[in-house]
């Protein structure tokens, strides 16, 4: 996969582009991340990328020209098919929103600064706007690599271990249940029996419990598409389910 990010701050990306998971991906060929600067795409001396709004206001706004020519660069590398603006007007992203750009052959992404980019960019060249949550960042550059590390993580061959995929949280829609390493004791804490048994069939049924009483606790509103063996293990939980939204009626 290819992903192209539009940054005016390219060197921000650098040091998260190295390390772990994300760092062997770009290593091994598996994932692309290539950076282009729209500032390199400005024709006066100055270059500037950004102008006051029209009809006032306060803050800056990103102009079209350095986004459109900086995208256009790309024609022949990228489809440009995919042109993702990060934004807080973005639809919310989320594990099935990485599994479903994983699935792309390429993407842009646009990191806007100031207060946003003209409409017209949104118009003519992006495709999707995506938001990291409900809050306001400075840039989409943060917002850029939280996209990037979670779709990293969905390309074939990323992870070691798909197992490890699979138990992350929200790989099953579920929060992922605790884990814990050696030693078997801590501060007077143990770890749970079950876990040092080596009955995988047990193991298994006691992560999907654990899955499902943390996400009970602490986000319910996840608790969708449950399983026979779902319901049974919630029942033995003690859980009361909440009531499953209504439709628009
Ligand atoms: N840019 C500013 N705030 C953002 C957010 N919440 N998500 C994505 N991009 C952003």
Wanted: proline letters at 6%; aromatic letters at 6%.
């Amino acid at each position: 996969m290819r992903i192209d990010v539009l940054t005016l701050f390219p060197e921000a990306f650098m040091p998260m582009l190295r390390i772990g998971v994300l760092g062997r991906a770009l290593e091994e060929g598996l994932l692309t991340v290539s950076l282009t600067n729209p500032r390199d795409f400005t024709h006066d001396r100055r270059r500037t990328v950004d102008d006051t709004p029209y009809g006032g206001g306060a803050g800056m706004v990103m102009r079209c020209e350095p986004l459109t020519e900086a995208a256009d660069s790309l024609i022949g590398v990228n489809s440009l098919e995919h042109v993702v603006l990060l934004s807080p007007r973005g639809r919310v992203f989320n594990q099935q929103v990485a599994r479903e750009l994983a699935g792309l052959r390429d993407i842009v992404l646009i990191c806007a600064r100031y207060e946003g980019v003209d409409e017209r960019v949104s118009q003519q060249l992006v495709t999707d706007e995506i938001s990291i949550g409900d809050y306001v960042l400075s840039g989409g550059e943060s917002a850029a690599l939280v996209l990037i590390e979670a779709i990293s993580r969905m390309l074939p061959g990323v992870v070691g271990s798909w197992e490890s995929v699979e138990t992350d949280s929200f790989f099953h829609g579920l929060l992922g249940p605790p884990q814990y390493t050696r030693p078997p004791q801590f501060k007077g804490d143990n770890v749970p029996q079950v876990l040092l048994e080596g009955n995988h069939a047990a193991i298994r049924r006691w992560r999907r419990k654990e899955a499902l009483r943390v996400t009970h606790a602490r986000r319910p509103d996840l608790l969708q598409q449950l399983s026979e063996e779902d319901l049974e293990l919630l029942a033995e939980l003690g859980a009361e389910l909440p009531t499953p939204e209504k439709e628009n009626e």
